[in-house]
């Protein structure tokens, strides 16, 4: 089959990649210039099933009303007329009950989890480069009382079968030495030692040039602008440059399907939660990060990435702009200076804020809805890069009519 995917994010380009694999001819389209240099761009690297919590929990309704009144809260809720934002933040504060919770975190998981056999099945057959650590990623903690805690919540995880660890002080430095400097402020962690980071920017485009090398076309610098539909099939694709036809089409368009979709009929619950990154130099820095990880009680996490460190931290409910100040990276560099002093030339940091395309659920949206031809990848929220290759070959099952391996009602809601 001739296939015309939408999106060249991580998403899209992991999706080309699958369905090529299942010998389609592939055309992918892509408004920027590069693959994966939206959402997929400055994200934290982290593939970690060990972090696959769902965002809408129990505790999220309190933190996002404190965030009204409060600065520097890792979780943010700036209110505004747009009607998508309530309807949203409605349904987000549906699933927030505990069994809502659990039962998407364990969806969550389970398609984690496999998304990680796929990716590791494609770097056993192809050789790629990307700044990768599988060392495992670290969970560190400040006072007993929250390390309790996150053990305790860690269990529905660990129940859902991921290896944890528990360490004390003496093991998370034997572990991480570069944490040294704040040694006597942390009192333990929980290690997913199968957990790994990456750059996903990195990696997106080198699988997209492995595509392109066997075949798939890849239209950058064109930009989908509408999608026409006759009944129940989709019968062409508008872009800047024409119209394109195929015998099916993948909407992996991250924070704009929701618009697209919409004009097709199709309501797809997306709304973007931002999230700010710092890329690092290391330079001649005596002591850079090792392994990545995550200081819990800031909520900002740390991936070395190569001669870079990537430094993450916050979810804003605040519309499309990926506008950002110095002054909102003042805690994350904070934080990341007194944790790693000699870890990066942190006077070199280069700002970048990007839109998690975020369900209610925290579920990505994957296979058709109301026309025969057309197939969604989307929805991927703060773990996309994480789940991106289990969707793919998920999808590609579905468009082959396969039984995928983790049947899809088992992964979405
Ligand atoms: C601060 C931050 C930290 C994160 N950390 C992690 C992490 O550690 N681990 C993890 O697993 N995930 C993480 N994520 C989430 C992850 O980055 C996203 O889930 C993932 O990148 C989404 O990929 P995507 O392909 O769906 O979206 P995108 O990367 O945004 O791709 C969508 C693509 O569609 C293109 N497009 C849109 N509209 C059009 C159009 N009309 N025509 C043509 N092309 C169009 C865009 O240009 C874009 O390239 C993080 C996200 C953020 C913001």
Redesign the pocket.
């Known amino acids: 089959m001739r296939i015309l995917v939408?999106?060249?994010?991580?998403?899209?380009?992991t999706a080309a990649y699958e369905l090529q694999k299942d010998g389609h001819e592939v055309v992918l389209?892509?408004?920027?210039a590069q693959?994966?240099?939206?959402?997929?761009?400055?994200?934290?690297?982290?593939?970690?099933p060990g972090?696959s919590f769902a965002w809408s929990s129990p505790h999220a309704p309190m933190i996002l009303l404190k965030s009204l009144f409060l600065r520097d809260q890792s979780l943010r809720f700036k209110p505004s007329i747009d009607l998508d934002l309530w309807t949203w933040s409605l349904k987000f504060l549906f699933q927030c009950t505990k069994s809502r919770s659990e039962y998407n975190t364990i969806r969550k998981h389970r398609l984690?989890s496999y998304s990680q056999q796929v990716l590791h099945k494609t770097l056993r057959d192809l050789d790629i480069s990307y700044d990768r650590v599988d060392r495992g990623i670290l969970y560190f903690y400040r006072t007993q009382a929250r390390l309790d805690a996150g053990i305790a919540h860690m269990q529905i995880l660990a129940r859902s079968g991921q290896e944890i660890e528990v360490l004390d002080r003496q093991r998370v430095l034997a572990l991480e030495p570069s944490l040294r400097h704040v040694g006597d402020k942390i009192v333990g962690g929980i290690y997913c030692p199968t957990d790994e980071?990456g750059d996903?920017n990195k990696f997106?485009a080198a699988l997209a040039a492995h595509c392109v090398a066997n075949g798939a076309e890849f239209r950058t610098g064109?930009?989908?602008?509408g999608i026409d539909a006759a009944g129940d099939e989709v019968v062409g694709v508008r872009?800047?440059r024409g119209t394109l036809k195929a015998d099916a089409y993948v909407m992996?368009?991250?924070?704009?399907?929701r618009g697209?979709a919409r004009r097709l009929g199709v309501s797809l619950p997306i709304y973007p939660?931002?999230?700010?990154?710092l890329t690092i130099p290391v330079g001649d820095a005596k002591s850079p990060p090792t392994i990545?990880s995550v200081d819990e009680e800031n909520l900002v996490?740390i991936?070395p990435f190569g001669d870079r460190v990537r430094v993450?931290?916050?979810a804003e409910i605040s519309g499309y702009s990926t506008a950002h100040r110095p002054s909102d990276f003042d805690f994350m560099a904070r934080v990341a200076r007194e944790n790693y002093p000699a870890g990066a030339q942190h006077d070199r940091a280069e700002m970048?804020?990007?839109?998690?395309?975020m369900t209610p659920t925290n579920l990505p949206i994957i296979g058709r809805k109301r026309h025969r031809n057309l197939y969604y990848?989307?929805?991927?929220?703060?773990?996309?890069?994480?789940?991106?290759h289990g969707s793919a070959r998920i999808l590609a099952d579905v468009v082959a009519g396969r039984k995928p391996s983790l049947a899809l009602e088992s992964i979405v809601d």
Do not use: F
């Not at 389209?29 to 920027?32: H, S, T």
């Not at 992996?252 to 399907?257: C, E, I, K, R």
């Not at 939660?273 to 990154?277: E, L």
């Not at 970048?352 to 395309?357: F, M």
């Open positions: 939408l999106g060249g994010g991580v998403v899209g380009v389209v892509e408004r920027n693959v994966g240099t939206e959402t997929s761009w400055g994200n934290a690297g982290m593939v970690a972090h984690a980071t996903c997106t064109e930009s989908v602008v872009t800047s992996a368009l991250g924070n704009q399907s697209l939660v931002k999230g700010y990154s990545g996490a991936s993450t931290a916050t970048w804020a990007g839109l998690r395309p990848d989307t929805g991927h929220g703060h773990i996309g890069w994480t789940m991106s």
